[in-house]
């Protein structure tokens, strides 16, 4: 089974840009977090998909958007770039939304995003 | 705010010893608990859960949880070059997200 599927691997951009991140899950799990993953910050929760709703999200500014559809794969958008959002962001899927019993996460390779 | 806490290391252990990673979590909520090891430029990657006060063994790794002290801890047992890595700690609340620490480096010396 294929795992969590990031595209692309790398990226750079500059200030003021914006930019488009995807995620394709796990054949058959149809909840996907996002997370931005920095030296002095390690992983901090962006949000979380479950059938195309938004569940949780976490505290980040309003340029950080996401949305999920109908197949699972989902987008996370980051408008206006600043340089602190260099970072490397990652994907994570699970069967259920993971506040479920039991649930686990499986992380894709992410996307190093590099804001110049 | 929920809050996990990790030692950020490193931590160094000579090849074959034994490995002591904590971790420490302020939600009495939490429910279920979770290992990821991270090596350097890769992703997370789930190697232990627990989700019971006790000890889990599986393979070299066991995982410990306390939930009276809000505690939880993986050891390694005959520690491998192979192992260094940062092991990240994650507590979720069910119904709720997954909340990270900020990881312990371990550094296993041949």
């Known amino acids: 089974k294929a795992g969590v599927t990031q595209t692309p691997r790398y990226l750079i951009k500059t200030r003021g840009q914006q930019v488009t991140l995807s995620c394709s899950p796990i054949s058959g799990h149809r909840s996907v977090s996002w997370y931005q993953q920095t030296p002095g910050q390690g992983l901090q929760f962006l949000f979380e998909y479950f059938s195309e709703t938004q569940r949780n999200k976490g505290n980040f500014p309003g340029r950080f958007s996401g949305r999920q559809f109908s197949n699972s794969r989902s987008e996370m958008n980051v408008s206006t770039l600043e340089l602190g959002d260099s970072a490397l962001y990652l994907c994570a899927s699970s069967v259920t939304p993971p506040g479920g019993t039991n649930e686990k996460l499986f992380f894709g390779s992410g996307t190093q995003l590099s804001v110049l | 705010q929920k809050e996990v806490e990790q030692n950020s290391g490193p931590l160094s252990v000579p090849e074959g010893a034994i490995a002591s990673l904590n971790c420490t979590y302020s939600?009495?909520?939490?429910?279920?608990f979770f290992w990821y090891r991270q090596y350097s430029g890769k992703s997370p990657e789930l190697i232990m859960s627990?989700?019971?006060?006790g000890d889990k063994e599986d393979g070299r790794f066991t995982a410990q949880l306390n939930k009276a002290s809000q505690y939880v801890s993986l050891l390694i047992r005959d520690s491998q070059p192979s192992d260094s890595a940062t092991y990240l700690c994650?507590?979720?609340?069910?119904?709720?997200?997954?909340?990270f620490g900020p990881g312990t480096r371990l550094s296993v010396l041949p």
């Open positions: 939600d009495r909520g939490s429910q279920s």
């Open positions: 994650a507590v979720l609340v069910y119904g709720q997200n997954f909340v």
């Open positions: 627990i989700y019971s006060n």
